[in-house]
């Protein structure tokens, strides 16, 4: 008998249901009766706490488009998790206690980075692991795309693309702050995709004067409107130039919500126009996947169980090129995919117009 458990850590997105589909349907597909699957609830906490049940079939069917995750989730941060808790817990020790008390083959884990640093640890710990990379944020090193992003950037394009009508009807400048966390991927394709004027993201920091020259230029040029994206995570040029202790305690210090509050207020002081900020926020990581995801997910799900069926732990599961391919957990964990600001398609948004707001 196969033993294996599952968990979905972090933020949720789109896809974290289809994908445990992808693994479990393939498992049973392929072990029968010979497989027992064990949800484990709300991530690592499930596993410190031992909350798990074991699943059936049926518990895989009809969630290929459901949102969020049918075995809820919760952040652990790595940081803290070789702390014991406020109730004396070691938590890697409860973690292998449980997974040995399950007698687990191996625990399959859904999530981004901080999820991956701690499989990573439980890896070095001797457990068997195979993971998934989830993230809108699209930042996991090792893999071409994350799922979640996918639906996520259709969103966030969505808005980009909406706020263009009233934006026009009142001649305004929109700053709309696109999620992502310290990268710029879902700001870089939802600020192409809604047709932004101006791209902000934390990879390349922005010159607060030139974006006012930017919008100034527009309205010289008859365009009476402008929509800025901006990553939650951009950041100025001075900003960029700060030690990174000293940018932490500057944000957090910040008297404006958020930075596209910050950023409207610098341009309020250069520019004579009406400047609203519109923050999406959780809504981009809500509701059904959309068909790339659901296709992604299917064939990362099965992907993990092949690798469980072939003993080959301590992977994630990752994308280069179309294929599904295993990368090696000490290899992921730790590092940040983040946009190249010579990449092509940055090159390209500047070629087609497109402004960064850094030169
Ligand atoms: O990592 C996904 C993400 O949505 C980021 O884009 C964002 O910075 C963060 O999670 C928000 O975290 P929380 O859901 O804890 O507010």
């Known amino acids: 008998m196969k033993k294996i458990g599952m968990l979905t850590s972090g933020g949720d997105c789109q896809g974290l249901n289809a994908a445990?589909?992808?693994?479990?349907?393939?498992l049973y597909n392929h072990y029968g009766q010979e497989v027992q699957i064990y949800g484990i609830r709300d991530g690592y906490r499930g596993?410190?706490?031992?909350?798990?049940?074991?699943?059936?079939?049926?518990?895989?069917?009809?969630?290929?488009?459901?949102g969020g995750t049918i075995l809820g989730t919760?952040?652990?941060?790595?940081?803290?998790?070789?702390?014991?808790?406020?109730?004396?817990?070691d938590k890697v020790a409860s973690m292998k206690l449980n997974y040995n008390k399950l007698q687990l083959d191996c625990l399959v884990v859904l999530g981004g980075n901080g999820t991956h640093k701690t499989a990573n640890l439980l890896r070095t710990e001797g457990l068997n692991i195979v993971s998934l990379p989830k993230t809108i944020d699209n930042d996991i090193w090792g893999?071409?795309?994350?799922?979640?992003?996918?639906?996520a950037v259709g969103i966030a394009t969505q808005v980009v693309d909406a706020i263009?009508?009233?934006?026009t009807s009142h001649q305004r400048i929109f700053i709309i702050e696109i999620m992502g966390h310290k990268v710029g991927w879902m700001t870089l394709y939802a600020g192409i995709g809604g047709g932004a004027d101006i791209i902000l993201?934390?990879?390349?920091?922005y010159d607060i004067d030139i974006i006012a020259s930017v919008l100034e230029k527009r309205n010289t040029e008859g365009k009476m409107f402008s929509i800025i994206a901006a990553a939650e995570g951009a950041i100025s040029k001075q900003e960029a130039a700060m030690p990174k202790k000293q940018l932490k305690s500057a944000r957090a210090e910040m008297k404006h919500p958020s930075v596209a509050y910050l950023i409207a207020d610098q341009l309020s002081q250069r520019i004579n126009q009406e400047i609203?900020?519109?923050?999406p926020g959780h809504f981009q990581r809500g509701g059904s996947p959309d068909a790339a995801d659901k296709i992604l997910t299917t064939r990362l799900g099965t992907a993990a169980a092949e690798l469980i069926i072939k003993e080959q732990y301590g992977y994630m599961v990752g994308v280069r090129n179309n294929k599904m391919v295993p990368v090696a957990l000490q290899e992921v964990a730790g590092r940040l995919k983040d946009v190249p600001p010579d990449s092509d398609i940055v090159r390209e948004a500047k070629l087609f117009g497109i402004s960064f707001g850094d030169e």
């Open 201 to 205: 993201i934390p990879e390349i920091p």
């Open 276 to 279: 609203r900020a519109c923050v």
């Open 143 to 151: 893999t071409d795309v994350t799922f979640g992003f996918s639906s």
């Open 47 to 66: 596993l410190i706490e031992g909350n798990y049940h074991l699943m059936s079939p049926q518990d895989f069917s009809g969630i290929l488009t459901r």
């Open 20 to 26: 445990l589909r992808g693994v479990g349907k393939t």
């Open 74 to 89: 919760s952040r652990e941060p790595f940081k803290k998790i070789r702390m014991a808790d406020e109730n004396s817990v």
């Open 164 to 167: 263009h009508t009233t934006a």
